[in-house]
């Protein structure tokens, strides 16, 4: 996104210490725009560009670098305006990003953070990650419900600058209890009488989240009832924040990720693909390989047990890749249906008889057709390649195999992830590889007792 | 969701045509809740309650139901009122649903829609599906740049109430060209100099999409610049419409659903997994299903022809499926890394050098460690199950497979979705059942060759 020919003029800029020039560029471009044009620069540099800016230019610019340039601005700048510039940011973002500050620099800055917004930092660093008060924000627009539409609008025209959001405007009591919500466009609207009393307008059934809501709640209910952004209260329905429709679009991106992550077993990053170094990218997917490995070396132990018994039917051995293939491959399609519905909330856990049902009517259909194709294959290769053993009797054990394990496949893939979420845990555990790596051994299992049974 | 406690109730009061009490339900609670308590009536009976709200409301809690349902309404409305309530719907919303209302039935609707609207659905009808032009609406506010910040909020109090949005205020000219953007936020904290022109606290470097842009693109745009509603313009710049917000977290679900789908071969539904009939669940599921049985079944090809030759280390055969999973494995993770990257724009084409360097420290380090673990499993079975022929020297055929099916793993793994990404294709189509399949028989002919060179 940089774009290094603006790099020269910039510095040029503050070698000459051409003030009018560096306002005019901080003032043109929309504020991404200019956070992309600097981020090659040197911490220090960007900081002193940024000292051109009034205070919520400065935090809006500031806000669209990437948490990594973030924090090595403010490890960099001397620690007196380094303090006073974090009181000004938004309190959400500010609490994620002194996370990945130097913890001796926090400590040597948080004391020269003004007062109110230091309690307000160890207020949200005290909630859990991931829950509704570890991402709200604390700066929200107060309304009393005895004020009038004229003065409501008065209110927020003091208010607006200071705040990251005025669209929604939230009608407290004395102890900030949440009575009611009214909207700037229906504050607007209401305009053109604007005498009547707030409280006649404002919505009072509201869409809200507990402090201790995991963000996945969060964003289903600003998703399903189109928020702009939703409102954090307490047991006693004290308004602690809000969290809004662009953070919620942030966290839908990182649970998705987490969860294509997931299904293809690489424990959840901390930083991009790029960023993450080597040694620790093979230790986040390491660990699952080798789970894996080990899970599999289970068809290792199973085939050296049977080869014995199997010597005079040799063929038999070329399928294997391919009936297991199969089972794993049908597996993972029905985890990854019931996944996405569970986690789209199409389905509950409640609706297991259903899946089952489904599920089993789809493995017979799907099984049914691989396992005609099967039996074609294995007779073909038995009369093409000469194949001794192979008959039209002895290649049944193909089509049957098949059948049972697309079954398998499709009833394990599908009531694993059920059961997850049934026992509390992350149903995307039960994913691809895992569901692959269980319909593997079991594939190997149900092949040679098949094999058994009809050909010993 | 649906509440059936309150269906009787609701009865009641339509059949004793209790004007009051309906109106009382209309307006209690928030237009969701409302509807998710009708979901249950017959389409009749909704429609009938829903003639009780003004328009706006009526509106409101209509776009809170299923489209299903939607249709199902206007299908047994009255064709007269039907056609003016679309009139009355946004304009992106009425062209979703009826595409799913009978052919016959829009064609009945349709003349009699205002002939202004029915205009717009005609044009929005002709875009592209999942283009810009297709997901936006065309209500936005409007402003003449020659207007002054008083005029202007005075202007939006008067379009308020028609409009879906009004928290970004678009400034054109009188060709609708699109010249700036004001948002509600800016122009309240303005109003404490209303005589200000507007031109001046307009901003003007715009984010834009233009209206044959892809929505991962306009969802992109949306997300990185944590905008409420992106403008759509053609290419003389003239404003065509906006997608807002929450219009984008619904489409990102849907292409997070899409790619989560085909990263199990499974191709995109249309509906619901459970609304989805079992016969068109099996073919979705099926035709992937049979590419990769037909791709797969190439092992039992090459296994067939290999047999004879290696029939006097038969032990090598009970290591067919450990070898290939754990190729992939390997590749499946290194495929959903770089599809998840580059769908969420961390890398790009150009980044593959880096790729392929990362991946091949990474897939040298992994499969270095599951040699090692293969190693010892080779011995430990060789020993304790006394097969003949695993000596210390053959059994090295599997650590030296594993580093280099781990290694085809990973680098097939993240090459072919760049691959595919450079081709124009989507990345997801090289995912995890596509690139296991690949890695499987390829796992199998570099086990053979290692075996042949080693032991033959």
């Known amino acids: 996104m940089a774009n290094p020919l603006y790099i020269p003029e910039l510095q040029e800029m503050l070698a000459s210490n051409d003030v009018e020039a560096i306002k005019i560029f901080l003032h043109t471009l929309h504020p991404l725009r200019t956070a992309d044009f600097m981020e090659n620069l040197e911490p220090k540099e960007i900081w002193a560009i940024l000292q051109h ?28 305006s380094a303090a006073l510039f974090i009181g000004d940011l938004p309190p ?53 419900e005895d004020m009038s539409v004229g003065e409501a609008l008065q209110e927020i025209i003091r208010q607006a600058e200071e705040l990251e959001t005025i669209y929604y405007l939230y009608v407290v009591d004395e102890h900030d209890h949440l009575r009611g919500l009214v909207s700037a466009k229906k504050l607007i ?28 709640e969060v964003a289903r209910k600003v998703a399903r009832y189109d928020l ?8 006693q329905h004290q308004m602690l924040g809000i969290i809004t429709h662009d953070d919620v679009l942030d966290m839908m991106v990182e649970e998705m990720t987490e969860d294509a992550y997931l299904s293809a077993a690489v424990a959840p990053l ?11 990218m093979s230790w986040k997917r390491g660990v699952w390989l080798t789970v894996l490995f080990f899970g599999s070396s289970l068809t290792a132990l199973l085939l050296t047990q049977a080869e014995t018994s199997l010597a005079t039917v040799a063929w038999l051995m070329s399928f294997v890749p391919l009936v297991i293939s199969t089972g794993g491959n049908s597996g993972n399609q029905s985890a990854t249906l019931i996944i996405t519905a569970l986690s789209t909330h199409e389905i509950t856990v409640g609706d297991w008889v259903r899946v089952v049902k489904r599920e089993f009517a789809t493995g017979i259909l799907l099984g049914g057709f691989l396992a005609f194709c099967g039996y074609l294959l294995a007779l073909v290769l038995g009369f093409l390649l000469k194949q001794p053993g192979i008959t039209p009797f002895t290649a049944l054990v193909i089509p049957i195999t098949l059948v049972l394990v697309t079954l398998f496949g499709t009833l394990t893939g599908s009531l694993l ?40």
């Open 228 to 235: 702009l952004a939703i409102p954090v209260v307490d047991e």
């Open 53 to 80: 800016a009034e205070t919520p230019l400065k935090v809006e610019i500031f806000g669209f670098f990437d948490e990594a340039i973030q924090v090595d601005i403010i490890e960099q700048a001397d620690r007196k």
């Open 92 to 144: 959400d973002d500010r609490v994620d990003m002194l996370q990945d500050v130097e913890p001796d620099i926090v400590d040597e800055l948080m004391p020269m953070v003004p007062v109110e917004e230091r309690r307000n930092i160890q207020r949200l660093q005290s909630y859990e990650e991931e829950t509704a008060g570890a991402e709200m924000t604390t700066d929200f627009a107060r309304l009393h």
């Open 189 to 216: 609207a209401s305009m053109t009488n604007p005498q009547r009393p707030l409280h006649e307008i404002m919505e009072t059934d509201l869409v809200t989240v507990r402090i201790d809501e995991d963000q996945e």
């Open 270 to 280: 901390s930083e991009t693909y790029l960023e993450t170094s080597i040694p620790i």
């Open 417 to 456: 992830p059920l059961l997850f979420r049934r026992l509390g845990l992350d149903p995307a555990l039960m994913s691809n590889p895992l569901v692959a790596c269980l319909c593997d051994v079991s594939g190997i299992f149900i092949y040679l007792v098949v094999a058994q049974l009809m050909l010993l």
